[in-house]
């Protein structure tokens, strides 16, 4: 049994074989929110969502927006660049619970 | 089996028109796109043609005439394209420029920029001429420039390739191209197994970094899809990506990109005077049938090159993938 089999992206649309309605809905919102111009570009919107897929850790999402990126003009470095948004930005939320802890260590007067 | 026949139809470009009730008949002959040599100065991991310097098909005297005489006795037969190769490493590359120039016809080379300073691979012929020469008989220049960085072009083209595309572009724009009267356009293709950007962005994004970083101007950027034929083709089986990205192609079918492909305007021409639909079934080796034979610059008959049937085969998705692709870039605007 393969966990992430790239083969699998191509299956999504099976979830929704139950509560088809909630699906046709996922994808609108999703299809629309990812795939078409608006405020931001198609290809700001796919660095994002390359930066979103990292965090979550999402290698399906990886795939096809890495892919996405290429298509709508973005390089490896701006590619890179956003992935180092995401890292930081998660080392960034992991350090400022260092204060909850500092909290937590002024209460116990070991600060 | 049964999977296998669907994939077998799914790929099939003849079934694919007849299944979405469209017709791909030609219109008339607008461009001869001559392919003049297969010697080239670079060696491109993508390129379908399989040019390098160590080619040496070259188009003779005699068959450059006859295109010549082709050109002077069908009014519309309006463009001469030439390609390669470097077309320009072909030895009567000026005479044919300048005598389509004299019969009224425009010109439009496919020059891959470096060949004005690498010069000729294996003469060691200097080309520095070519800017001023084109010029000179307001030649259309259409150059590949796979990214407005070094790193995909150079991946692409091979090491240092970059900057000398941009030392030939600024020969260029002091020649005066660029600016909308002498006609400079950029070819962007996909370094890899994916499909171009949107034309109209890229080229805003391509101006912008071009200008800004370079100095650099041009008029318009066309985006082609990566044929799956000749070199590229091996490239993608050795990577096992082949299926997968006739996969691509196949899913990325586009009917409105159909009206605007190029082989209802245009007839291929070998060096060897063959006539094909388009330069990817010269490289197939698709010869436009006449009867029994094969139609070639010798026996041309406009009334029949007009009424054949264009010849399909898979790699003709690339030409309906997304935006669509031609020798003039998308398809679809």
Redesign the interface.
């Known amino acids: 049994m393969d966990y992430y089999n790239p083969e699998d992206l191509k299956r999504f649309s099976d979830v929704g074989e139950f509560g088809k309605d909630l699906m046709d809905k996922f994808f609108e919102y999703y299809n629309s929110a990812t795939g078409e111009e608006g405020a931001l570009t198609k290809r700001e919107k796919a660095l994002i969502a390359l930066a979103v897929a990292h965090t979550e850790k999402c290698p399906y999402c990886i795939d096809a927006y890495t892919t996405q990126c290429l298509e709508t003009g973005a390089d490896p470095e701006q590619m890179t660049e956003a992935v180092h948004v995401a890292a930081s930005m998660s080392a960034g939320i992991k350090l400022i619970h260092a204060i909850q802890m500092r909290n937590t260590l002024e209460k116990n007067r070991a600060l | 089996m049964a999977q296998e026949k669907t994939k077998t139809n799914n790929h099939n470009f003849s079934r694919k028109l007849i299944d979405q009730g469209l017709d791909i008949d030609p219109i008339t002959v607008q461009t001869l796109q001559v392919n003049i040599t297969k010697l080239c100065n670079q060696a491109c991991t993508h390129c379908h043609v399989d040019s390098s310097p160590w080619r040496t098909e070259q188009m003779s005297l005699e068959s450059v005439d006859r295109c010549l005489e082709i050109l002077s006795e069908n009014d519309c037969i309006k463009n001469l394209d030439l390609t390669g190769g470097a077309p320009e490493l072909n030895p009567h590359f000026d005479y044919f420029v300048r005598e389509a120039r004299s019969l009224g016809k425009h010109v439009m080379v496919r020059h891959n920029l470096t060949v004005t300073l690498d010069g000729n691979p294996r003469t060691g012929e200097e080309k520095m001429y070519i800017p001023g020469f084109f010029a000179e008989n307001r030649v259309e220049v259409i150059s590949s420039l796979p ?1 407005y ?1 070094s ?2 072009t150079d991946k692409q083209r091979g090491e240092g390739v970059f900057e000398k595309s941009i030392e030939s572009l600024r020969m260029l724009n002091q020649e005066g191209y660029g600016d909308g009267e002498l006609k400079l356009n950029l070819v962007y293709n ?1 370094v ?1 197994t ?5 034309q109209g ?2 080229e805003a ?1 391509f101006k912008e970094k071009l200008k800004k970083n370079y100095g650099i101007r041009f008029d318009n950027l066309y985006t082609l899809t990566n044929m799956p034929i000749n070199r590229f083709e091996k490239e993608l089986k050795k990577q096992n990506a082949y299926e997968e990205y006739i996969e691509k192609l196949v899913n990325a079918f586009n009917p409105e990109a159909v009206d605007g492909i190029m082989c209802r305007n245009l007839l291929s021409v070998s060096h060897d005077g063959k006539i094909y639909d388009c330069d990817f079934n010269q490289m197939l080796d698709m010869q436009c049938r006449n009867g029994n034979g094969g139609l070639t610059i010798f026996n041309f008959d406009l009334q029949k090159a007009t009424k054949r049937k264009i010849r399909f085969g898979v790699h003709c998705f690339g030409c309906t993938a997304g935006g669509g692709s031609s020798c003039g870039g998308q398809t679809v605007s």
């Not at chain 2, 994916?194 to 949107?198: E, G, V």
């Open positions: 990214y960085s790193y995909f996909p890899g994916f499909l171009p950007p949107d962005s890229l994004d």
